[in-house]
């Protein structure tokens, strides 16, 4: 379970790394969309697992190695701006948010189940 302190600071950098790949990364990243689905910190806040969703990427796996190479440089941007209300930077790792597809292959398996209607039952004490 996470702290206050811990959601409030994952708020902080959630909302920063977004502006950030929006506006400031387009000459690492072109016209990839990236969106940040979640972050994880660690109780010492030294630590964040940052999702990413993409779109308009054609190689995932790819891109998010390309994100992985970046990760000095995204953090250095990070750290101009939240330096001045966090102690420290915490170091940023990135994974693929596939919620969107789990979701998807749970749809696709309950569509293709032949469930047979309820049947009706005489109605008693009307």
Not at 33 to 58: C, K, N, Q
Not at 76 to 104: H, M, S, W
């Amino acid at each position: 379970m996470s702290s206050t302190r811990q959601l409030k600071y994952a708020g902080l950098i959630q909302k920063d790394l977004s502006e950030l790949f929006q506006r400031d990364t387009r000459h690492w990243f072109g016209n990839a969309f990236i969106t940040i689905t979640g972050v994880d910190v660690s109780p010492d806040l030294s630590f964040a697992r940052i999702y990413l969703s993409l779109m308009m990427v054609a190689d995932e796996s790819a891109f998010l190695e390309l994100v992985k190479s970046k990760k000095s440089e995204i953090r250095k941007a990070l750290g101009l701006k939240i330096g001045k209300q966090v102690r420290i930077v915490p170091d940023l790792n990135f994974y693929l948010d596939d919620t969107q597809e789990n979701a998807q292959k749970i749809e696709d398996l309950l569509s293709g189940l032949h469930i047979p209607p309820a049947k009706e039952d005489d109605k008693s004490d009307d």
